[in-house]
C-alpha cells in the first residue's frame, strides 16, 4: 500500500540556520507532491506544490525538491524564523478525485 | 488566498447526542470538499469526500450512517455526528480545492469536538 514517511523526531534548530525536512513515499508515483503548515489547533496551510517534473520550487525563503527516483522530497527553509515553529506535512495526490495522502508531518522548533 | 470557515471551533456534548460541523468556502465555490479527522499527534484521515448536489464518498472503515454529510450549495457542506461517543472526539476539519487548480487545498480552521 502506498506510504509516506516524514521525520518522526521533531527538529530544533538556531535562528537563521537552514531547515531541511525530509518527505520519503513508498509503492507510489504520485504525479505532484504538497507541503503545507499547520500551527496547533488550526487546519493545515498550503505552501507548495511541485511536479513530478520539476526538480526544485521555490517562494521565498522555501524550497521544495522532488527525487522521483529516491522517492523522496526536501523541505528546506533558509534563514529561520522562531515564527517558522510549526508542524510541515507532506501529502502527495492519491490519483484521482483529487483526494491527498498525509505524512504524519515533522514538528519544527526554531530557537532564538 | 481562498477563505474557508468551520463552525463551531469547539463544541462539547454529552454521549448519544448529535453534532452538526459546519464547512464553509467564504470567496470561491466548491464543488468538492474533504472531510478529515486528526487524532493528538496523527496525521489527517480523510473520511470523505463531499459532493455537491449528489451522495458523499465515504473512505474505507468510515460508517455513512454515523457522519452524515451534507453538500446542499456550492458553498456549503454539513458534517453531522451523530449519536456521539467520546471515542469520536477529534479534531475535525473540511478542505477544498479551486476548481481548475491543481489540487491544493484550503483547509478550515477546524472543528474540536469533545464528547462526555
Known amino acids: 500500500s502506498q506510504k509516506i514517511e516524514q521525520n518522526s523526531e521533531a527538529l530544533n534548530i538556531q535562528e537563521g540556520k537552514t531547515a531541511t525536512l525530509t518527505c520519503n513515499y513508498t509503492?507510489?508515483?504520485?504525479?505532484?507532491l504538497q507541503w503545507y503548515r499547520q500551527d496547533p489547533g488550526r487546519g493545515p496551510v498550503f505552501l507548495l506544490l511541485i511536479r513530478e517534473n520539476e526538480k526544485e520550487k521555490r517562494k521565498e525563503r522555501l524550497k521544495v525538491t522532488f527525487d522521483t527516483t529516491l522517492k523522496q522530497s526536501l523541505f528546506h527553509i533558509t534563514a529561520s524564523q522562531p515564527a517558522d515553529s510549526a508542524t510541515y506535512l507532506c501529502a502527495l495526490d492519491a490519483g484521482n478525485n483529487r483526494k491527498l495522502i498525509w505524512g504524519l508531518g515533522t514538528s519544527l522548533a526554531v530557537n532564538p | 488566498g481562498a477563505v474557508v470557515s468551520q463552525h463551531p471551533s469547539r463544541v462539547i456534548c454529552k454521549s448519544g447526542t448529535s453534532v452538526k460541523i459546519e464547512c464553509r468556502s467564504l470567496?470561491?465555490?466548491?464543488?468538492?470538499m474533504f472531510w478529515y479527522r486528526q487524532f493528538p499527534k496523527q496525521s489527517l484521515m480523510l473520511m470523505a469526500t463531499?459532493?455537491?448536489?449528489?451522495?458523499?464518498?465515504?473512505e474505507q472503515g468510515v460508517e455513512k450512517d454515523k457522519f452524515l454529510i451534507n453538500h446542499a450549495s456550492l458553498t456549503l457542506s454539513t458534517l453531522t455526528v451523530t449519536s456521539a461517543h467520546p471515542e469520536d472526539s477529534s479534531f475535525y476539519i473540511c478542505?477544498?480545492?479551486?476548481?481548475?487548480?491543481?489540487?491544493?487545498?484550503?483547509f478550515g480552521p477546524g472543528t474540536r469536538l469533545t464528547v462526555l
Open positions: 478542505s477544498a480545492p479551486i476548481a481548475g487548480a491543481l489540487n491544493e487545498q484550503f
Open positions: 463531499s459532493n455537491e448536489g449528489s451522495k458523499a464518498t465515504y
Open positions: 470567496d470561491f465555490q466548491a464543488t468538492t
Open positions: 509503492n507510489y508515483s504520485p504525479a505532484y
